[in-house]
C-alpha cells in the first residue's frame, strides 16, 4: 500500500473511531460460561502436550480429537485412559474429517496443533462454524491467510488466539513488569529469536521424533514429516513468535502501537546439507536438496513509536537453544543469553552488568506467584508456560473476554513470515506490515499480564 | 550502481586480470627501511597514546606534531620530556598549519588522530606529499571522500591503512586462528558492535574528558568538541569499525570476498536528551537539540559469499560496553558477550556452551604469544591492541609491503558509515557496497595476522 493510501485509510478508520467504535466490525464477546467442551485437532507432540493440560483441568472436557496419523491417535486414546478420563469420539478419515468434529454442536472451542499448511484453513473453517480458536504458533502461510482469518474472527464473532507460550515464560513476564513499572525507562531496542538447532527434528527414523535417519516428509516421524519441506522451499524467518510474541507485549503492539516496516537478510544455507553429508547422505538422494532456507535469517522492525526489533531465526545449524532476548530503554537493558541487567543510576557498578536473578525474583509476576507451582508441576510442559497460555485462552472465553493474544496481535506477529520472504527476495528491500486492526491499535489497551489468574 | 553497470564493470576488470595484473593501478611498495620518521597530525587523547606508543620504538623517531589545542601539545611535549625523547617541532598554526608538517622532506609517513572530518582532507593531502598514512578509525565522511582517499593511495604509490585497534584483540585473534583452522566450519553470519555509553565523553565542563558539565562544541574538551556534533546532525551507524574490522579479517574481505549490500534501520533518539535533562539542562538551549542520531542503529550486511553481518550501533543509552562479537557457521559459534563457544562433536554437552577460556588459550595468535607481554605493558593501552595495530603499520612501511589493513579494505570498512546513514534515509532499503578495489578483492590474498611479527 502506498503511503498516501495509508493515511487516506488511517484518516478514514480515526474518523469512524470518533464517530462511535459500535460502527466497526469488533469480536464479540462470548457467553460468559463454567465449563468448556474443547476439541483438539491434531494429537502429535505438540497436540498431546495440549491434550494433557485440557484433561488436567476441572473446567474442560475434550468430546472429540482429529488427527490423521494413527500412531499419534492411539498416544492419545493411551493418554486418555491413563488419566482416567472418557475417550474422546475420534476424526481420523482423511484431511478434511476435521469438518466433521467442527460439526458438532456440543463443542465451545478448538485447539489447532497441526502442520502450519493447516493452521489457517483449519481456524477459519472453526470460526465458521461457531467455534473459538486457540491456535498453535503461525496463523498461515501467506499474507492473505492472515488477512481471512482476521476477516473471518470479525464477521463470526468468533475470537482467534495464537497459543505463543513464550509470551509467559517466567523471566518474560518478570521482565514485562519491570518495563510496566519503567524500570527500562522508555523502550528503544529490543531483539529476540528463534535459535535452536532442529536438524534432528528436520530427519529422523520414521520412528522417533529426533534423529537415528535421514527421513523427511511422508516416510519421517512427527515434525519431520511436513516441516522439513518448508526449509527445502522457502527462505524467511519460518518462525518468528517465540522471540517477537513477548516483544509484542512490551511495546504495546496493537494497544497504541504497532509494526510498521520490516527488513530481512538470509545468510548461506549450509547446515541441512552438512549435517546429511555427516549422517551417511552422501550419494542418496537427500544430499542433493538445494535448501532454499538461509541458516541465520535476520529481520530488522521498526514500530510506530520508532523502537527497532531485531528477530534472529537460526534453527539449521548446530547450537545451544536461546531466544536471545534484550529488552532496551533510555534507562538500561536485560539480556537473557548472559543473564544480566543494568539499570542506570540503580546497578552497584557503572557501565558493569549484574546478574538478573535478583530482579527476575523481585518483579515475579502475579500469575506465577499465585499459580506458578500448579502450573509447573509434572506433565505441564516448559516451566509452565504452555499451562498459562493455554489457561490464558480458556478464561478468556469462559469469562467473554477478549483474548489475551487476539487476533490482531495473533495475525501481526505471523504475518512476519510471508513478509521476511517477501523482504529477502526483494534484495532485502523495506516491506510495510499491514494494519490488520484497520486503526483499532491506536485506541486498545492490552489485557494480557494485568491480573493474576489468566 | 546499477546490477547491469556493476557486471560490466566486473566483465571488464576480469579481462584486465587476466591480461596481466600489471595493467591495474596498485598501491606501490615502498622502500624497504631499518627506521621511520612519523609526524603525528592530532595529540589530543588518542594521539596522545599513539604518540607514546611512537616513543617508545628503537625503529621510529618522531620528528613533528600538529595540532590546534594548545593543552593537548603541551601535554605532548611533556610526556616527551617525561620519556627523554628530542622535543618534536610543533605545527598548530592554525587549521591547516598540518600541511607545513607534510611539508618536510624528512618525514616517511604520518599518524592521523584528529576529528573524523579532517581525516579524508588530511589523507590525501599526506599522500600527495609522498607521506604513508596510519589514520585513526573513519576514513572520511562522505562516500566520495573514500574514493578520493582510495584514489590517491593508488595514484601516489603512498599507503594508507586505518589503524582499526580492535582487529588485534586477544580474544579476536585467537578467535581468527580458529576461523582459519576450520574449527567454526564454513563462515555463516557474524554479528559485531560499537555498544559503548558515551554520554559523558560527549559533554562535559571544558577541563576533563568525562563528564561534570554539559558542554560541547568549542566551549568542551577533548572528543566533546566535535564528536557530539555528528550525534546532533546525522544518523547512522557512525562507528563501525571496531567491529567490522575483525568481522573483515574472518570472512576474507577483499580476499576472495567483499561486503555487496547493506541496509540500517535507527530507532528513535531518547539517551542524550535524557541524560542533558538528569543533569541539570532544562532550560537551557543543550535541553532544545533534536538529536538525529537513533539510540541504537542496526546494519545488516551481505556478502559476494553469503554471510550475513548484523553491526550494532549504540553510544547514547546507559549501558556495559561490549562489541557483541559473535562468529558462527557450520559446525560451531562464538559469542563475547556470555565468553562462550559450541563445537559441535567436540563440546562436552550437546546444545550447551562451553566457557571460551580454554579455546582462547590454545589459539592465542602467535603475535600474542611472542609479543604479547611487550604490547602490554605500561602506557600501551587496551591489552596491547595499541601497540600491535600501530606496529602492524610501521613494520609494513619499514618492510615495503602492503599494510594488514590496506586502503582498499579499510574503505570497504569505513563506508558503512555513509551507507548506512543513506540506507535509513531510504527508510531502511538496501543500498549496494562500492567496490573501491575494481575487481582486485577476486585475487588477493590477505596478509594480516599470517606471521608473529606485525
Known sequence: MSKSMQRRKFIKS??????????????????VKDKLRIGVIGVGQRGELHLNLLLLRDDVEVPAICDIDQPMVDRAIALCKKLNKPVPQVYSKGEYDYRNLLARKDIDAVIIATPWEWHAPMAIDA??????????????????????????????????????????????????????????GELVHLEGGYQHDLRAAKFNNGKQPDGGGLLYGKEAYSRARWRTEHSIKRNGDLYPTHGIGPISKMINNQAGNRFVTLASFASKSRGLHEYVMQNGGAGLPVSKINFHLGDVVTTMI????????????????????????????????????????????????????????????????????????????????????????????????????????DVYESASLSVIVPLSELSIERNGNTVEFPDFSNGKWMTRTDTFGYNEDY
Not at 303 to 331: M, W
Not at 364 to 381: C, F, I, M, P, V
Open 14 to 31: 480515526v474518523a469512524l473511531t470518533s464517530a462511535g467504535m459500535a460502527l466497526l466490525p469488533t469480536v464479540k464477546a462470548g457467553t
Open 127 to 184: 470460526m465458521n462454524a461457531g467455534k473459538h480458536v486457540g491456535c498453535e504458533v503461525i496463523m498461515g502461510i501467506t499474507v492473505e491467510d492472515h488477512w481471512e482469518v482476521v476477516k473471518t474472527s470479525e464477521k463470526t464473532g468468533m475470537q482467534y488466539m495464537m497459543l505463543e507460550n513464550v509470551c509467559y515464560r517466567r523471566d518474560v513476564m518478570a521482565i514485562l513488569n519491570m518495563v510496566r513499572q519503567g524500570m527500562f
Open 302 to 405: 521498526k514500530t510506530n513509536n520508532e523502537e527497532t526489533i531485531i528477530l534472529t531465526h537460526d534453527t539449521s545449524l548446530p547450537r545451544p537453544y536461546s531466544i536471545g532476548f534484550r529488552v532496551q530503554g533510555a534507562k538500561g537493558l536485560w539480556m537473557d543469553i548472559n543473564n544480566s541487567i543494568y539499570i542506570d543510576g540503580k546497578s552497584p557498578k557503572a557501565h558493569a552488568w549484574e546478574k538478573a536473578d535478583d530482579y527476575l525474583q523481585q518483579f515475579d509476576h502475579a500469575l506465577y506467584k499465585k499459580h506458578g507451582a500448579e502450573a509447573a508441576k509434572s506433565g505441564r510442559g516448559h516451566g509452565g508456560m504452555d499451562y498459562f497460555v493455554q489457561n490464558g485462552f480458556i478464561e478468556a472465553i469462559k469469562r467473554g473476554v477478549r483474548a489475551p493474544i
